[in-house]
């Protein structure tokens, strides 16, 4: 679910994802229920819904679970009313942190965000002290295997209208605008390829490297801590974590 990396931890991304799996499925469930209730069950005519259920699919969450979701935000099974509320603070040495967060409950929250910030070396800040830094951005991961040529897939994203296609290792990082990312995984989608990573998310325009040992493991600690919470649904961070060991 995080925005934190800039993509070095795909490779490690499902065992970690595994362990977490009733947890993901939770947040899944509300971001489903959520885009439903604000833009009706079809996502042929709800984009937000379409991005969402793209983003539980890339988690192999079952379509059960999905339908179920959707039904739940169109009130046909109950309903909850979930808000969604951004957080926006800094971390250690002034790391910038969004917190996506979708609740039931924001005197909840609220007071649980700020105590993770707190503990670990962060501050939370007002509203806009940090989304300047940040771009919204399709952005879309595909594994490479020794049936994709890569030269050719990388003029097939670009033709479909990607931004950009970046070399990660064992995966490929698409980057579009928000406009254009459900026509490019579209194509990439008829044309056979499977994605590991499928979402609208926020990219920070520069980003911020940490030295310090200590600073690296309270930022990594608020990280998790964030993630742990319910409430949280994506942090989005500049942390320059490319030269970090695996």
């Known amino acids: 679910m995080s925005g934190h990396s800039k993509w070095n931890n795909i490779k490690n991304k499902k065992g970690k994802e595994d362990a977490r799996r009733g947890k993901i499925f939770t947040k899944l469930g509300r971001y489903i229920m959520v885009a439903a209730k604000e833009g009706g069950p079809d996502p042929e005519y709800n984009a937000s819904l379409k991005v969402a259920i793209d983003k539980a699919k890339a988690e192999n969450m079952p379509n059960d679970n999905i339908e179920r979701a959707i039904k739940k935000g169109c009130g046909e099974l109950g309903q909850d009313n979930f808000e969604e509320i951004t957080y ?13 967060c979708l609740t039931d409950n924001r005197n909840r929250t609220a007071p649980e965000v700020r105590h993770a ?14 989304s300047f830094m940040f771009e919204k951005k399709g952005q879309l991961g595909v ?20 931004e950009d296609v970046i070399d990660r290792d064992e ?29 609208i998310t926020f990219l920070p325009s520069n980003y911020t490297e940490l030295t310090d040992e200590n600073d690296i493991k309270l930022m990594e600690k608020l990280i998790d801590t964030l993630e742990d919470n319910d ?16």
């Open 143 to 162: 594994l490479k295997h020794e049936n994709v040529d890569e030269e050719e897939f990388m003029l097939l994203a670009l033709d479909l209208g990607a």
């Open 231 to 246: 409430d949280v649904q994506d942090v989005y961070t500049n942390w320059d974590t490319d030269n970090l060991e695996d």
């Open 171 to 199: 995966a490929f990082e698409i980057i579009t605008s928000p406009e254009s990312y459900e026509e490019v995984r579209d194509g990439l989608e008829e044309n056979g390829y499977e994605f590991v990573q499928s979402d």
């Open 88 to 100: 926006e603070g800094y971390g250690p040495s002034g790391i910038a942190v969004m917190v996506k």
């Open 117 to 130: 910030f707190d503990k670990n070396g962060g501050n939370l800040g007002q509203p806009g002290c940090v």
